[in-house]
């Protein structure tokens, strides 16, 4: 590549500037995050919902003062809807308007980038500014979809039919995240660097909370981060996510509770359990009081 390189310097450098902007990196984070800079290879997040895996791609963004092209990934998702389509109503639009020429000069007209809708695969390997391509939720596509990112991540380049080859002038920085809900073919894996991300310790979730809520009283802050503690520890349809923690951190702080005792828990539990299920369970087997 003739560019110099826009993402980090250093494992060091890659922790220090995350951080600065609000996502605490462990050394094993930060290495794989340099890394995937360097080699200009896919980094492969796994681990649970709500630890920071999408986050982390948004802020390296944030840090780089990249674009990010996000594909969010679901059942069903298509090579249209990932990759390119033609605007079809546009086409036959100008079909209508042509008249009399031939199929031919129909073609070559219709087939050109004015009637071509690029979706965020062709987005971010067209883009000659520095760019993050988040693959969100890799393991809720078809295994379909997941050759075609083959395709695309092996070469950085991508053939339409009727324009020809397009081919990354500068490759993004492509980050993949999976809840791991299915396992992820070994080919896609070995294209990637892989990194497991859990819920962080006691320590670094009170880090990460009290960095992004400073009024937030020491004491209560670590009372907060115990509660989720206990309640990741159940078997819940949805533990507490990290970016649910500082929600909660921001409700106690605007409550003005200067105290996290069993009832001020049972009062806020809404902020960080979005299920009836979990809630009845949470009250139940930590027996809070409302």
Not at 57 to 76: D, P
Not at 118 to 147: F, H, N, S, W, Y
């Amino acid at each position: 590549m003739s560019h110099p390189s826009p993402w980090f310097e250093s494992p060091d450098d890659a922790a220090r500037r995350l951080a600065e902007h609000g996502y605490l990196a462990d050394p094993a984070t930060a290495t794989t995050a340099y890394l995937a800079g360097a080699l200009e290879k896919p980094l492969l997040v796994e681990g649970p919902a709500g630890v920071g895996k999408t986050e982390l791609a948004k802020a390296v963004a944030r840090v780089t003062g990249a674009e990010l092209v996000r594909l969010q990934c679901y059942e069903g998702l298509d090579e249209a809807r990932a990759l390119y389509e033609w605007n079809y109503k546009k086409q036959l639009l100008r079909i209508q308007a042509t008249g009399e020429q031939s199929w031919e000069q129909t073609h070559d007209d219709i087939f050109t980038e004015e009637f071509l809708l690029t979706r965020p695969l062709l987005t971010a390997i067209r883009r000659e500014q520095p760019t993050v391509l988040l693959v969100d939720e890799v393991d809720k596509t078809d295994v379909e979809v997941e050759g075609l990112l083959l395709e695309v991540l092996s070469d950085f380049q991508v053939t339409i039919p009727e324009l020809g080859t397009v081919e990354a002038v500068r490759r993004p920085y492509v980050v993949l995240t999976s809840n791991a809900t299915r396992e992820l073919s070994e080919a896609v894996k070995r294209r990637c660097l892989y990194l497991h991300l859990e819920y962080p310790d006691a320590e670094r979730e009170r880090e990460i909370v009290t960095g992004q809520v400073p009024d937030l009283d020491t004491r209560v802050a670590e009372q907060l981060v115990a509660a989720v503690g206990r309640l990741r520890d159940l078997d819940l349809k949805k533990s507490p996510s990290i970016a649910e923690s500082v929600d909660w951190a921001r409700t106690l702080v605007a409550l003005e509770i200067g105290e996290l005792d069993e009832k001020a828990i049972a009062d806020t539990l809404g902020v960080v359990l979005k299920h009836a299920s979990d809630q009845d369970k949470a009250v139940r087997e930590l027996k809070l009081r409302s």
